[in-house]
């Protein structure tokens, strides 16, 4: 089962898609834009609704996967809901 969320956001043009961070085996990896390996080196914050407030690193990769929705959610670069493929 993989598990992975994709990236798009705004620009001048339109909509501008970024590629997707991928959850299979048990490691992250970025499928696309150079830009999406940067954001597997920041820490993100837990704040989906029932979530502790807590940083969470790629050392947690599921964790990490499932707030990417909730703290990349803007204009600019927005991040999916979490989908699997088998």
Known sequence: ???????????????????KIVLKDGKLIVEGERYLKDLLNKKVRDLRPNGNQEWVGKDKPGLFLRILPY?????YLCASRVRIEE
Do not use: A, Q
């Open 1 to 19: 089962m993989i598990k992975y969320v994709e990236f798009s956001g705004l620009r001048d043009k339109g909509v501008h898609e970024y590629g």
């Open 71 to 75: 703290y990349y959610c803007g204009t």
